[in-house]
């Protein structure tokens, strides 16, 4: 249910392609064949009354209210369960219906609370809609028994299930298996007793429910009902925005009682998410106007000392004193900044705009240097671009799934439920993961192979799939001779036939045995339409960016690009990784991916700009670490990023903020960064702005101010000011001129406006005059090369340097969890905590057993890096010789221990290789307790410097 | 800054471009590769210490570093 009701046509559309006509109340209809005729009626404006139906799911026909008559016919079919067909005469109101219809009603509330004035859902509720459309003026019936005095389950944070209003729909069940494919819950008993149940008869925390919201969503009813309305009351109107957790980029119609954020729905009408929503998204947005927030501006000249709020002007004016003082004493390059994928594609634009023309040199780069920085060097050398070839919806066309180091349904968890729908209907599942992901066997969901690899073998593992493809002859040698580099082909195929690439040989290597890999090799090359997905699994490693390089040979090679069903898919981790890259964050990239020394690029922006462009690289994030510690970077401009928690090698970064003579942070909290800074310029959460974001799929959607900044400015404007007082003048009114810049500047973006945005929902790039409602499927004719063709490149596999040993036996690999969200400083605050309130590290029970480590013990992690402590969870998801651990907690020291080794290619960290010791320990490490020392300190110089007022 | 951290970079690169059986291709590629993507002090201190003595870089990185012109 929402406000400003999303039309409901009952039934899910059609995609038939045979039309019918049919006539229903006097009106002729055309319809796609297999639509109902429910939802026929619904498209001419005939709303016949229904509340066991609902256009998310499909019809199931048990409540009766939308029966019918069809001339000629017999009974009272369902109008959501009967199809349309040629020449139907369809009467949806006369006086028998409406006697059916009212006595169902009468039944239904016979068994209901008269509590209308009361209840949460007073205005917004179907079944009091129904009741008023059937006319039910009385109840005759005294039943002896009731479910009135049914007990409610208050145990999720965010809903609550109160079966004294259930009227056994199954909505909510179908839902939950249907749109999230969960299958938590139930209808339990029979008749009188039937009742709806999640899992086990269990309450909804202790049940397998993921809380991501879709019973709530399709409940008529206020049987399940969001706590902040039951709180708060209906909220009153709606602004489509979207969602800034994921790179699924979920679109939401953000409900408001005034300024304030009463639910985030999930919006029907959203290209990425078709109304579904996860548990961050949909519930998780309290974090937004959360106590911790820092709304005033603050300096300070040392972090040994107290903050200090201060004005914007002169927040603004200090810290563009600093900077420019440190570029006379060090030069001019001596000072940069960092984007972040949270931050908007405006805001990023601005701020690249801010360090090439006005610092004057390219010392930008964004988050996604630690995350898909090899995918966009590894895309663009093979096929031309730096992005995924696909829409979300291409999965549904999908044969066989092939997945690399992802894990859906905690990372992507929309797209996962998307995926799992495909897998349902029978598309083949091939997993490629060191741990054992949810999606390996979830309800009628199993992996056809699961190969099981040591962690950091990608690329032994992905060329000894190119060899069976090569050597049994399983290629699309007509795809490869008119879409691809044949020399570059021929180059590779001599190399992957190579028997060194075998799976035979490469199995001492991997760990996956050679006919599993095989049989998994020819799966994904015969069994139709063949799609990768990957993830960090694949970018975070020594040789991320040849893995990403292996992953589009394979699927050239077998013609599985430039189509529906197929393609390379990165998952990205963030919201807007893609359009933080896209908008020239690079320090070597113009907006675009075009190279800054590229004379024509070079002259466009140099006029565009009025600016001296520099025509060098600028320096990488883990470079500018080094050059602070040898003193030749000393000024940085951080925006909504949090590098001293999130970036390897900890210490060393910390020594470097340390080394930094001016740290500006622009975030919303005072972040692990933060306690480094000597400014800081509070920013504004995603309600509070406008601009757009760029999701996995290229998808750029609308973010829109929901709310009024609570300091004030919106992130694009802070960047703004301190150009102009950096001397470069700039003067935007609104994010949508940014935009119009970016358009005028980047072929890819040529299309773009936010006049289309907003008419078309959202649009994919490129989006030009080739393609001017944009592109939901890339290199359909050609790739993006100079050439046209797809290059094969080889993918020689070079073992990492991280190696085990006697001293450090085990291998840690990270990864996230569904109710976290990466840093973790939005999850964090909100209720979230419910589900996982510290990381935890996953030991095999072979190695926990070896060591005596039980579940919960504390365990100290040792690597050649630094030490940490967390406490255990024995798992045998994990193998014997890998641990595993989420990073959503700055107290947990991951990056403590993992290494400075890096992406030959893009300096991506290889997170997910660090050899480490496991030992049973009673106390936390020193590192952690100096670093809380310091976290304490650094909160009392905060609490010393803030006004309460 | 630290010589060390470059010539380990350095060197991964070279890896990647080892398995290119034109030994020029391969150099090639190593050279354009640090041209376009390292910051004009990263190529200064690599390429002062191959002149000095470069013995932990890899011949085919040396030769690649060899021909990268001064920033």
């Not at chain 1, 957790?245 to 998410?273: L, T």
Request: net charge negative.
């Amino acid at each position: 249910m929402s406000i400003n009701k999303e039309k409901d046509f009952g039934t899910p559309a059609s995609t038939n392609e045979k039309m019918v006509t049919l006539e229903i109340d006097g009106f002729q209809v055309t319809a796609p064949a297999g639509t109902s005729v429910m939802r026929a009626a619904a498209s001419i404006g005939i709303e016949i009354p229904k509340l066991c139906a609902t256009d998310s799911i499909e019809p199931f026909g048990s409540c009766r209210l939308c029966v019918v008559q069809i001339e000629g016919g017999r009974g009272m079919p369902a109008s959501c369960t009967t199809p349309v067909a040629d020449g139907l005469k369809i009467t949806t109101q006369n006086k028998k219906l409406a006697d059916v219809r009212r006595g169902i009603m009468e039944l239904y509330i016979s068994d209901h609370p008269l509590d209308c004035l009361t209840c949460s859902a007073n205005g917004d509720c179907e079944l009091q809609d129904m009741a008023g459309a059937v006319g039910l003026r009385e109840v005759r019936y005294n039943p002896i028994e009731t479910h009135l005095n049914a007990a409610k389950d208050e145990s999720n944070p965010y809903f609550s299930f109160d079966p004294s209003k259930c009227i056994v729909c199954s909505r909510c069940v179908r839902a939950c298996e249907e749109t999230q494919g969960t299958f938590a819950l139930t209808i339990d008993g029979r008749g009188f007793d039937s009742k709806v149940s999640p899992s086990q008869n269990q309450d909804f925390m202790d049940s397998e429910c993921v809380s991501c919201g879709a019973c709530v969503q399709a409940c008529p009813t206020a049987t399940l009902m969001e706590k902040s309305v039951i709180d708060n009351g209906l909220p009153e109107h709606a602004i489509v925005t979207t969602c800034a957790y994921c790179g699924v980029g979920c679109s939401f119609r953000a409900e408001m009682k005034g300024e304030q954020v009463i639910r985030m729905v999930p919006n029907k009408d959203g290209k990425a998410n078709h109304g579904h929503s996860c548990v961050k998204g949909r519930f998780a947005f309290g974090y937004a106007t959360h106590k911790d927030r820092i709304t005033k501006p603050m300096i300070r000249a040392s972090i040994k000392d107290a903050w200090q709020e201060v004005s914007w002007e002169e927040a603004i004016s200090h810290a563009a004193s600093e900077l420019k003082r440190i570029q006379t004493k060090y030069g001019k390059d001596s000072i940069g900044g960092i984007t972040s994928s949270r931050c908007t594609n405006e805001e990023v634009y601005i701020m690249q705009k801010l360090i090439r023309a006005g610092f004057g040199n390219n010392n930008v780069d964004t988050c996604a240097r630690v995350c898909h920085s090899p995918t966009g060097y590894g895309l663009k050398q093979t096929f031309g671009e730096s992005s995924g070839t696909q829409d979300f919806d291409s999965v549904m066309k999908a044969d066989v799934i092939l997945i690399i180091g992802a894990n859906p349904t905690d990372g992507h968890p929309v797209f996962g439920s998307q995926m799992k729908k495909r897998l349902r209907q029978g598309a083949k599942l091939i997993v490629v993961d060191p741990r054992e992901i949810d999606l390996i066997k979830a309800p009628h969901v199993k992996a056809s192979h699961h190969l099981k690899l040591r962690p950091s073998t990608n690329v032994a593992l992905i060329n000894a799939l190119g060899h069976v493809i090569v050597t049994e002859n399983l290629l699309d040698e007509a795809f490869v001779n008119e879409r691809c580099d044949v020399a570059s082909f021929a180059k590779w195929k001599t190399f992957i036939a190579q028997e060194h690439n075998s799976p035979e040989a490469s199995e001492s290597i991997t760990g996956v045995p050679a006919a599993e890999l095989r049989a998994a090799a020819r799966l994904y090359a015969t069994a139709g339409n063949g799609a990768i997905y990957y993830g960090l699994g694949v970018t975070e490693h020594s040789q991320g960016s040849t893995m990403v390089i292996g992953i589009a040979n394979l699927a050239m090679a077998t013609g599985n690009l430039g189509h529906d069903g197929a393609g390379v898919n990165p998952l990205r981790g963030q919201n807007n990784v893609q359009g933080s890259c896209d908008m020239g964050s690079f320090p070597h990239e113009f907006p675009g991916y075009r190279h800054v020394s590229d004379p024509e690029t070079h002259q466009l922006f140099e006029k565009a700009w009025n600016a001296e462009l520099n025509a060098e690289p600028g320096l990488r994030i883990p470079n500018m670490f080094d050059a602070a510690l040898d003193k030749s970077f000393m000024g940085l401009y951080c925006e909504g990023e949090d590098i001293a928690q999130s970036d390897p090698d900890i210490k060393h970064v910390h020594a470097a903020l340390r080394a930094m003579e001016c740290v500006i942070v622009q975030d919303i909290f005072l972040n692990e960064t933060a306690k480094f800074a000597h400014v800081f310029f509070p920013g504004s959460s995603f309600l509070e702005k406008n601009g757009t974001f760029t999701n996995a799929e290229r998808r750029i959607s609308p973010v829109r101010k929901v709310m009024s900044p609570l300091a004030g400015y919106q992130d694009w404007e802070v960047t703004q000011m301190l150009s102009n007082a950096m001397g470069y003048p700039m003067n935007y009114s609104h994010p949508s001129e940014i935009m119009d810049e970016i358009a005028q500047l980047t072929p890819s973006f040529a299309g773009v406006s936010y006049e289309k945005i907003d008419r078309l929902g959202s649009v994919q790039w490129p989006c030009n005059d080739e393609a001017p409602e944009g592109t939901p499927i890339m290199h359909t004719e050609h790739f993006l090369r100079d050439n046209g063709k797809g290059l094969f490149m080889l993918t020689e596999f070079v073992p990492t340097a991280e190696r085990v040993t006697g001293k450090y036996p085990l291998i840690l690999t990270t990864g996230r969890i569904l109710s976290q969200y990466n840093v973790g400083a939005q999850t964090r605050r909100t209720e979230n905590v419910a589900w996982h309130s510290e990381d935890r590290l996953e030991i095999h029970p072979h190695d926990a057993e070896d060591r005596g480590v039980n579940t919960g013990d504390w365990v100290g992690i040792k690597s050649r890096a630094g030490e940490t402590v967390l406490r255990a969870l024995v798992s045998d998801r994990v193998q014997p010789g890998v641990v595993y651990t989420t990073f959503h907690f700055p107290e947990s020291g991951a990056n403590v221990i993992t290494t400075d080794n890096s992406d030959w290619a893009t300096n991506c960290p290889e997170y997910k290789v660090t050899a480490v010791q496991i030992t049973k320990v009673s106390q936390t490490s020193e590192w952690q307790q100096e670093y809380s020392a310091f976290s304490e300190k650094q909160l009392d110089l905060l609490e010393q410097g803030i006004s309460h007022d | 800054m630290k010589i060390e951290p470059l010539i380990k970079m350095a060197n991964d690169i070279g890896n990647f471009f080892n398995s290119e059986t034109d030994k020029e291709i391969a150099a090639e590629g190593i050279r354009k590769h640090i041209l376009r993507s390292w910051d004009p002090r990263m190529r200064r201190e690599i390429i002062a210490y191959c002149q000095q003595d470069g013995a932990a870089l890899s011949d085919l990185v040396r030769t690649a570093v060899s021909r990268l012109e001064q920033a």
